[in-house]
C-alpha cells in the first residue's frame, strides 16, 4: 500500500519535496474516527510510547517510594533537549533512589539543542548520559529496579523484569501482543516494538479518557498527563514542539513524539488518541501533521489558533531570514 | 506518478522508514543508462550545480585575473563543512579581490559540522558570512563582479550580472530554459531554478566527458574536476561523503551533494553523467543512493570497494555504539 502524501515543502511556487504517510485518530469506544494510509502496518513507536513505559513507574509504587516532583515525572516521558536544569533533574531522580549518573545504560549523547550542545562545550564540559535525551526514562528505570528489590545492571535488557514490565504495559495499553519478531534496539538502548499505527491510537484514546483501564492505571495515567502540562519544559526543552504546545493547551494535549516520524497523542476532553508515522521518518512532516491535528479536532480560541497556526503551516526562512518557502499539510489533511 | 522506494531504514527485522526518490543517468550522447521514477519532474538542483555555477568564473579569467588556487576552486563549488581551513580559505578568495567578509550576502550560520560549530562555540567566537557552507561560491561571485567592474553588492539578485551568467551556464549545461515560474530563493540567497531530473544528469554527462560543450568550457570543467580532486577537503570537509569518495576515486568520480536530497555526479572515465533526488529532501537516503550507483557503474579494486561498502549499506548504531539496524538500497537498487 502507498502511503499518500500528507506534508509538502515548498520554495517559490514549486513544490520541492514531499511526504507520505499514515495517521490514525480513535475514539475511546476503539472506533476509527479518521484514518489515512496503512494504520495496520506496525512501526516502532519509538519514544511516542515514553507515557506508556512509565506506568510501571507509578503503579508499582516505586514513584511514591521516591517522592518524585511533576517535574520528574514529566522527565521520566520526556525526550528533553539536555539542558542543564534537564540534566541536574535526572541526577535528582538517580539521587532519590541513592544511585548516580553510572547507573545508566543509555549512553552519552551531545545535547539534542545545538545552542544548548555548544553552551556546554563553550563551558569546557562533555555530555554525560545524563544529557542524553532519554535520560529521564532511564532514571526512572533505575528507580524501579531499586524499588523492586532489582539490581537496576542490564536493566535496558528485554529479559531484565524492568523491561518486562514495560512491555506489559505497553501490551496491555494497546491491546496487543509483542514478540520477539516485532522487536529492534532503541536509540538508548532498551527494546522497542512495533505495534500497528492503529493500535497505538487507541491506547492513547484509553491514556486519554482512562476507559477501558483499571482505576490504578486511571490514576497512574491523569497523575502523568497532570505532571507534563504542569512542567512542559521537562518533557522537551525550549522551543520544541511538546513543550511549546502543552504550555499552550495545558491538560487539553498530551503530545509525544518519537524518533523517526512518529507521533502520538490523547486529547482527553474528547476522549480521541492520536498516533500517526511518516514514511521516510521526518520530524517535521511528523510535526506538521500533528499540529494540523489539533487544529482539526480541538476547538480553539483565538489565542490558541495564533499559537499553533506556525506550526501547521510553517514558513521556511534562508540564513538572510527572508521566507522562502513553506512546510504546509497536504492531501488528506490539507 | 508515484516515485519507488529506493533505500530502506531497518531496526532489527522490521523496516522502520522507507524513502522513494528518481535518478537518472545518461551518457555522454545524451542516451538514458538507467531511469527510475520520475526524470522529467524539475527540481532544484540546490548546491549539486555548483560547478556549473562556477563555470563564468573561469571562462570570464576571473580565476586567472586573481590566480586562484586548486583549494579556492574547489571552495567554489563547496558546500563545506564550516571547518577553519575553509573559513580561511573564503577570506584569502575575497582578499585577492580586495574585499573582505562584508561583501558576502549569504548570511551567517553556525559550521554544518557539529564538532566545528562546538568547537568554535567553545573558542568564544560567533559565526560569520565565512562559516556559510557556500561561502566559497558567494566569494568566487564577489571576484566575478570584480573582474566583470560590476559592482558586487546585490550579487545574490537573479538580475544581477552574475546571476545573469551563472543563469544562462546552467541553460547551456542542461539545455534547458529556465523561467521565473520555476525560480525559488536558495538557503544563501541566491537564485535556485527547477530543471527535469534527466536534464540535470545529461549536464553532468557532458561536464565529465566535454562532449558538446567548446573548448573553452571543456578546459574549464576540466579545471574544476582537477582541482576538487586534488583538494577534496575543499569541497565539503572532513568525514563528509563527497570529500571521503573523492579522496577515494580522485578524477574518476566527480559528486556534488545538494539540499533536500539532490545529488548529481559524473563519471569521465565512463561518460556518465548522474542525477537523484529523494522525494522526502532526506541527505542519508540520497547518499546511499549514490553509493550504490557508484558501485554499480565503476570497476572497482578491493581496496575501493572495501571504501565505499559502508556507504552503500550504512549500519546504524544506537548511543552505546550498538549495531542496532542499517541503511541499505532497496527496490531497483537493491
Chains 1, 2 share one sequence.
Not at 519544559?233 to 525550549?238: P, T
Amino acid at each position: 500500500m502507498n502511503n499518500p502524501v500528507l506534508v509538502e515543502i515548498t520554495r517559490g511556487a514549486v513544490v520541492e519535496s514531499r511526504h507520505r504517510g499514515a495517521v490514525a485518530v480513535v475514539d475511546a469506544s476503539g472506533a476509527t474516527v479518521f484514518s489515512v494510509g496503512d494504520v495496520a502496518r506496525p512501526v516502532f513507536p519509538r519514544s511516542a510510547v515514553k507515557a506508556f513505559q512509565a506506568l510501571p513507574l507509578i503503579e508499582s509504587g516505586a514513584a511514591d517510594r521516591y517522592n518524585l516532583s511533576a517535574s520528574e515525572l514529566a522527565l521520566a516521558v520526556a525526550s528533553h533537549s539536555g539542558e542543564p536544569r534537564h540534566a541536574d533533574l535526572a541526577a535528582g531522580v538517580l539521587a532519590k533512589a541513592g544511585r548516580d549518573v553510572n547507573c545508566l545504560e543509555c549512553g552519552a549523547h551531545w545535547p539534542l539543542n545545538e545552542e544548548v550542545a555548544r553552551d556546554l562545550a563553550a563551558s569546557g564540559a562533555k555530555p554525560s548520559a545524563l544529557h542524553n535525551n532519554c535520560s529521564g526514562k532511564h532514571a526512572a528505570f533505575v528507580c524501579l529496579a531499586c524499588h523492586l528489590g532489582e539490581d537496576p545492571a542490564g536493566y535496558v535488557q528485554a529479559e531484565h523484569r524492568v523491561q518486562r514490565e514495560v512491555k506489559a504495559a505497553l501490551e496491555s495499553m494497546t491491546g496487543t501482543t509483542l514478540g520477539d519478531d516485532m522487536r529492534g534496539t532503541d536509540g538508548c538502548a532498551i527494546p522497542t516494538y512495533a505495534i500497528p499505527i492503529a493500535a497505538l491510537a487507541a491506547g492513547f484514546a484509553r491514556f486519554g479518557s482512562g476507559v477501558g483501564m483499571d482505576q490504578d492505571r486511571v490514576r497512574a495515567a491523569s497523575r502523568i498527563r497532570a505532571a507534563v502540562a504542569a512542567q512542559p519544559w521537562a518533557v522537551a526543552g525550549k522551543d520544541r514542539l511538546d513543550t511549546v504546545l502543552m504550555e499552550l493547551f495545558g491538560q487539553r494535549v498530551f503530545m509525544k513524539t518519537g524518533a523517526e516520524g512518529v507521533y502520538c497523542a490523547a486529547l482527553p476532553e474528547l476522549g480521541l488518541g492520536i498516533a500517526l508515522k511518516v514514511d521516510d521518518g521526518a520530524k517535521r512532516a511528523a510535526e506538521c501533521i500533528m499540529a494540523a491535528l489539533l487544529g482539526r479536532y480541538l476547538e480553539l480560541s483565538d489565542a490558541e489558533h495564533a499559537g499553533l497556526e506556525p506550526h501547521v503551516r510553517q514558513t521556511q526562512r534562508n540564513w538572510n531570514g527572508a521566507d522562502v518557502g513553506a512546510t504546509r499539510p497536504a492531501g488528506a489533511l490539507a
